[in-house]
């Protein structure tokens, strides 16, 4: 399949909002079936029904009209109430997944799509969305729906039922040369999807067992390698919890309750394929756990003490990305903690200290090293410790100092190109070595399926040709020579901030 038949990875990011189509016509509640013929009549083939007060009562198609005279009524009668599915909605803020799924599970050609206060803002059409949503994204929403219908694949979970398709289009995609970071960034939505189905199931659970609704906006933060949008086929949870504010009167309330949402969702999540992390980065863990106040109060003191621990914590950190709930807590605390982390003396000369040591998979010689075991060694890479994890990191390190706001890989290289910190061939260089090593270790991930126990991250020596470990010999020299250029090049960012403090 070529790179242009493939929705583009962004898409699995995308809000209903994004593809909302204005209905082309619209009655009242008290209008009679006429004036709905009328309308249809004119070539529309939904019309919106709307309660006096403006808010969106439901949709009238074709088969509707066939069912009111099923039951026995004339063109002359006004319409009767929903018929039901009729007034199923949408949220603005759904994903597509989810709004695919919806419209799949209720047979649906199009659905409606409602703000907080219950306004149509238009309709999610199957037509429009199926122009950019081709190939696996429909695929993965049929899964979703079946799933949610079935109660979920084999294993009785909705969530691995949309997993499930993510080694068939990493497979794909690797044999049609789309770039790792679109095919890295395409199993991450899918995951974040199969997110936002948990926390909303774990909504639903504790309204039906009596906890009520979330009594403050949240914001659901993914971390690391989720935050980046690069997630591997294997990944466990990384995750907190960013909460409003409560009244002096209701803290513990409040916080009864989302200790009890966060387990629901560490628990659901485990239950669709994601093991607890077990450095407990989970919104289960009152460090992962805080009001917007209290996140800032903390990562203050992180960036103050600049102790190894929490300086991994704020590297964590970093790389945050929104799932689901109140994006701008999401925001507000990214853009503070970027401030923090630049403005405070030392701290990127700290966290530059703790990674400095995090070199390349190659020996003195320049060969492809060997990872050690009981027994010796044995003639395989960490391709994740030793290839991938030192780029990343130095990515990272020069993005926050230089104020980028990006979070993948590949796009704080572009934008540290584009504001000169790095030079267009280096730029490319580290891209193509990014993707290289992403696409062999995805390959790797493909291939250990059929053999149990291998490790997610090693890969055999004997598995490349000599070609290939050629080719990655010379990317993690390019990676080597970025690292050996990252004193200098934090050098020079850390002399900006000074600059940068001293204007204001």
């Not at 649906?108 to 950019?132: E, K, M």
């Not at 970027?338 to 190659?362: N, Q, S």
């Not at 100092?401 to 572009?414: C, I, N, W």
């Amino acid at each position: 399949m070529a790179a242009e038949h493939y929705p583009p990875h962004w898409l699995y990011q995308s809000q209903a909002r994004d593809f909302v189509e204005p209905p082309t016509a619209s009655v009242r509640q008290d209008a009679r079936i006429s004036d709905v013929v009328s309308v249809m009549s004119s070539n529309t083939s939904h019309v919106a029904v709307m309660q006096p007060d403006g808010t969106f009562s439901h949709l009238a198609e074709a088969h509707t009209i066939v069912q009111w005279f099923a039951r026995g009524l004339s063109l002359s009668d006004r319409l009767p109430p929903p018929v039901p599915n009729a007034s199923q909605t949408i949220p603005a803020h759904a994903s597509v997944l989810t709004a695919l799924s919806h419209m799949i599970a209720l047979e649906r050609s199009a659905i409606p799509v409602v703000d907080g206060d219950g306004r149509l803002l238009g309709l999610f059409n199957r037509d429009r969305i199926l122009t950019r949503a081709s190939g696996f994204l429909w695929d993965v929403a049929q899964a979703g729906a079946q799933g949610a219908a079935s109660g979920g694949d084999s294993t009785g979970n909705p969530g691995t039922a949309m997993r499930q398709w993510q080694l068939a289009i990493a497979e794909t995609m690797l044999d049609d040369e789309i770039p790792a970071e679109a095919i890295l960034a395409t199993i991450t939505g899918i995951n974040n999807e199969v997110h936002r189905r948990v926390l909303a199931d774990a909504i639903t659970a504790l309204e039906n067992d009596g906890w009520g609704t979330p009594p403050l906006p949240f914001s659901f933060l993914v971390l690391g390698s989720s935050g980046r949008m690069e997630n591997f086929l294997d990944t466990d949870q990384d995750n907190a919890l960013i909460i409003g504010e409560p009244e002096p009167n209701s803290r513990e309330a409040t916080q009864t309750y989302f200790i009890a949402f966060a387990e629901r969702i560490a628990d659901g999540l485990a239950a669709s394929g994601f093991p607890h992390c077990k450095g407990n980065m989970m919104g289960t863990s009152p460090v992962w756990r805080k009001t917007a106040d209290e996140w800032r109060r903390q990562i203050r003191t992180w960036v103050r003490r600049k102790e190894p621990v929490l300086l991994m914590n704020c590297d964590a950190l970093l790389d945050m990305s929104h799932v689901a709930g109140h994006e701008h807590l999401a925001k507000d605390l990214h853009r503070d903690l970027l401030d923090m982390v630049r403005r405070e003396p030392g701290f990127l000369r700290a966290l530059y200290g703790i990674e400095e040591d995090h070199g390349v998979g190659l020996d003195w010689l320049g060969r492809l090293a060997r990872e050690k075991d009981d027994f010796g060694s044995v003639a395989e890479l960490n391709l994740k410790l030793k290839g991938l994890l030192p780029l990343i990191e130095g990515a990272r390190l020069l993005a926050v100092s230089t104020g980028l706001t990006e979070t993948s890989t590949v796009a704080r290289f572009r934008k540290l190109c584009k504001v000169g910190v790095i030079h267009e061939d280096t730029m490319a260089d580290l891209i193509f070595a990014f993707r290289m090593i992403a696409a062999r270790l995805l390959r790797h991930q493909i291939a250990m399926r059929q053999l149990p126990g291998s490790s997610p991250i090693r890969v055999a020596h004997a598995s490349m040709s000599r070609a290939q470990q050629a080719a990655l010999r010379a990317a993690l020299r390019d990676i080597a020579r970025f690292r050996s250029q990252l004193p200098s090049l934090l050098e020079s960012a850390a002399m900006r901030a000074v600059e940068v403090r001293a204007q204001d």
